[in-house]
């Protein structure tokens, strides 16, 4: 699998079976020269990743120190609501010399913010399911829509996961152009989050959920 060029953009590592995540922490640090003393493992307390967590660790992070940081969070997925948005913060102000690695079994407890600023990893189809070229392309789409995005490599799915989380992303795109882009945005969010409670609760296949998002945008578009 090919690695990171970029160190210190945070990693989404999406998998299910705990080596496949340790080999890739493994190489990753042979290959970017992080060192077992500059790694940092948070584990849920209990059940739960908990905004103290966060509180303790932005206090860590404020002390200036000569080697970059390896920050590792396992099961991020239980992270609360309140952990996420004040490692979001973390994430905007002090990632210069840290590396944030979040590992979830599953996609869907993550904010949409915290994914549209990470690189979302799939280990067990070993691909880049989400970067920050997604973000181009999905920009791109919106602007000028056609049929033709309907074979671009970002909008082909293999799974319920990888769907989820691309339209999550839409979403999170939809939003931070809403205010200056077209009308017809609003409209087009509450059909997006539409098109995921069909995926979620009737077992919509995932590459057409997606297929009838690009097809729904470009309708849309020409209203």
Same mark, same amino acid.
């Given at each position: 699998m090919q690695l990171l060029r970029r160190p210190m953009f945070p990693i989404i590592l999406l998998a299910h079976n705990?080596?496949? $995540? =340790?080999s890739f922490i493994k190489d990753f640090q042979s290959q970017h020269g992080f060192y077992d003393l500059q790694k940092q493992i948070i584990l849920p307390e209990k059940t739960t990743i908990t905004i103290g967590q966060i509180r303790n660790l932005k206090k860590e992070l404020s002390i200036t120190t000569s080697k970059p940081r390896l920050i590792i969070f396992q099961q991020f997925e239980k992270a609360t609501i309140e952990a996420q948005n004040a490692l979001l913060k973390v994430l905007e102000d002090l990632n210069t010399n840290n590396? $944030?690695?979040?590992? #979830? %079994?599953?996609?869907?407890a993550i904010l949409p913010t915290i994914i549209s600023r990470s690189k979302v990893i799939d280990l067990v189809e070993e691909k880049t399911i989400y970067d920050e070229q997604t973000v181009t392309i999905i920009t791109q789409f919106?602007?000028?829509p056609s049929v033709s995005y309907l074979?671009?490599?970002? $909008?082909s799915i293999t799974t319920k996961e990888q769907a989820t989380l691309l339209l999550t992303i839409c979403i999170e795109v939809l939003r931070e152009h809403m205010k200056d882009q077209m009308q017809h945005y609003p409209s087009l969010i509450k059909k997006t989050f539409d098109l995921l409670y069909k995926l979620?609760? %009737?077992n919509l296949s995932p590459q057409l959920t #997606? =297929? %009838?998002?690009?097809?729904? #945008?470009i309708k849309t578009s020409k209203k």
């Open positions: 705990p080596s496949t $995540f =340790d590396q $944030f690695i979040m590992y #979830v %079994n599953h996609i869907g919106l602007e000028q074979s671009n490599a970002v $909008f979620e609760h %009737n #997606v =297929d %009838n998002w690009i097809l729904l #945008v």
